[in-house]
C-alpha cells in the first residue's frame, strides 16, 4: 500500500480556476513539466522561488510514493529580449555584449543556475532537456501545424494563425482573457510587421544575417519561436497529454496560453490536465526581475553583500522563508521577514536535534495520529506549507514541554514524531538540519553587532585609532563593515 492511496491531495488548477482532486492519467506515476530558465544571467531570487515551489510539489508526490517524471527545461535560444515577437534573442545579446559565443553564455548559467539550487538542497529534475537539443522536434511540430492549416508562412517565418484557431477553439481560456478583447486593446499592425493579426505569435522566425543564433529548416535559416520549445519538450517525454505543468504567474500569459494552442493545433488534445502558477516574489513591493534591477542574487544573501539585508542568511533559512508563504501568494522580501524568520527556523531545528534525547513515559499527552493527519491534511491541501510549518510549530509546543517534564510521550509515539518532523521537515519542505551551524552564524551576529557597537561609541569619543582598528581587523578575517544610513551593517 503506498501513502498516495491513503491521501487525497486536491490542487488549485488555473486552466478551471478550482480546487480538484488531483487523479494521474497512469495509477501511480505522475508526469510534471515546468518552464526552467532562460539562461543569460545568473538566476535571482525570484526565479529560485518559482523553481523551489515546484520542487516542494515534487518531493511531496515522491514521499507519497508516486513515480514522478519531472521536466524542467533550460531555454538556451529563442527567448527574444522584454518577451517580445520581435527584436534579439536574451543569449545572443548577452553574447555580443560580453564577445562570447552563445554556448559561453549558455554553460556559465547553467552553472550558476545548478550551483544555486544545490546550495538550496533541490532535487535534480529527472531529465532537464534544452531548447537547442530539440530544433528537429520543434520543426516536426510546425509542419504539422501548418498542415492542419493554423499557421502561414511569410518572408521565411511561420506564425500561429490565432484568429483562425479560435474560431474552433478557444484561445484564451488559461488565462481568462477574450480575443476580440485583445485584439481592440492592441495597436494595428504596420507595413513592416508579417504577421496577419497583431494576436499571432511566430513558431518558426527568419533569422537576418546579424542573427548569430540560426538552424536551417524547410523555410530557410531561422530559429524556434519562445512558446514552441516547451510544447516539443514536454510533448517528447512526457506524452501528448500529461498530468502537471507548472511556471511563475507571469508565464500564463502568452507563454502557457501559447503551448495550449500549439498543442490542440498540432494534435487535437488538451496538453494539461492541471496547470499551477506560483506567485511571484517582491522586493520593496515590487516584482523581483532581472530586466527591471530590482532583483537580489541568492549568493548575496549568502554572503551578506548587498545594500538591502543587514547580515548574512543561510540558503536553508532563506528556504524556510520561502516556505512560509504558500506559493500562490505574492511574498515580499525584507530584512526584518528574515530575521523574523530565522528565529523560528532555529527553534524548529533545535525541537528537531532534541527529539531523541526526550525523556520517555507512560503515556503521550496529544494525539500523535491525528497531529500527524493534519500535515498530511495541509499538504493535501493544494501544497499548503504555511499551515504544514504551523503544524510543525504545534509539535515543537509539545517537544518543549516534555524537555521540561510538564507532558510526557511514549518510546513508540517518540519514534513516530521524530519520523514524521523529519519526513516533512527534510524530505518535503526540503531543509537542511544546519541548527549547529546557524547556532554558530547566531553567535557570530552576535560578536560583530558587538564590535559593531564598541566602534561606534570609540568614533562617538572620537577615538579614530581604536574604530579603523576594529573596521581593519574584522576586514582581515573576512568581515566587512558597511556604514549606511540606517546604521552599520555586515557582509562575510
Ligand atoms: P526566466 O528565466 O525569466 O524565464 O524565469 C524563470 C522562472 O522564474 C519563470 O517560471 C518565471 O515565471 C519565474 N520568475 C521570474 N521572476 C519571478 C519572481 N519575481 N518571483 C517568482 N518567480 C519569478
Ligand atoms: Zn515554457
Known sequence: MQLYQEQTVRIHNSLTGKKETFIPLNEGQIGMYVCGPTVYSNVHLGNCRTFMSFDMIFRYFRHLGYKVRYVRNITDAGHLVDDAEDGEDKIAKKARLEQLEPMEVVQRYTLDFHNILEKFNFLPPSIEPTATGHIIEQIEIIKEILKKGYA???????????VKFNKS????KLSGRKLEDMIANTRELTAQDDKKSPQDFALWK?????????WPSPWGDGFPGWHLECTAMSTKYLGETFDIHGGGMDLKFPHHECEIAQAEASNGKSPVNYWLHANMLTLNGKKMAKSTGNSILPGEIFSGENNILSKPFSPSMVRFFMMQAHYTSILDISNDALLASEKGFNKLMEAINSIKSLPEGKKTNFDINTWRQGCYDAMNDDFNTPILIAKLFDAVKHINLIKENTESITIEDKDLLLQTMQNFTFDILGLENKKSSNVDSEKLSGVVELLIQLRKEARENKDFATSDKIRDQLAGLGIQLKDGKEGTTYSL
Request: charged fraction near 30%; avoid cysteine; charge should be negative.
Open 152 to 162: 502561414y508562412e511569410i518572408n521565411g517565418s511561420v506564425y500561429f494563425d490565432v
Open 169 to 172: 477553439n478557444d484561445y484564451g
Open 206 to 214: 527568419k533569422a537576418e544575417p546579424e542573427h548569430i543564433m540560426r
